[in-house]
């Protein structure tokens, strides 16, 4: 997986993950939930921005609750600032 090689690499900067409308799959979907629990094991800050309303309540549905929570933002510019804001 190479979010994972990317996640250890950089760790701790925070991870902003963008998926655009094309890429809102299930299966993409899936792999950010896994990308997540990942940053969770390494304390490492996740959120996700995607413009598209199904891929974020799939993303809600389906996150794990006993996990720090998953932050999904509508914009890219929101997500990367709240990352920003939160890494200092």
């Given at each position: 997986?190479?979010?994972?090689?990317?996640?250890?690499?950089?760790?701790?900067?925070?991870?902003?993950?963008?998926?655009?409308?094309?890429?809102?799959?299930?299966?993409?979907?899936?792999?950010?939930?896994?990308?997540?629990?990942?940053?969770?094991?390494?304390?490492?800050?996740?959120?996700?921005?995607?413009?598209?309303?199904?891929?974020?309540?799939?993303?809600?549905?389906?996150?794990?609750?006993?996990?720090?929570?998953?932050?999904?933002?509508?914009?890219?510019?929101?997500?990367?600032s709240a990352?920003?804001?939160?890494?200092?």
């Amino acid at each position: 997986m190479r979010i994972s090689s990317i996640v250890h690499a950089l760790n701790p900067a925070p991870v902003v993950i963008v998926l655009d409308d094309e890429a809102a799959t299930s299966a993409s979907v899936s792999g950010v939930l896994r990308a997540h629990r990942l940053c969770c094991d390494l304390g490492t800050l996740m959120s996700v921005a995607t413009h598209s309303a199904p891929a974020r309540r799939l993303l809600e549905a389906n996150a794990d609750t006993s996990r720090p929570h998953l932050v999904i933002h509508a914009r890219i510019t929101i997500a990367i600032s709240a990352a920003c804001a939160a890494a200092t």
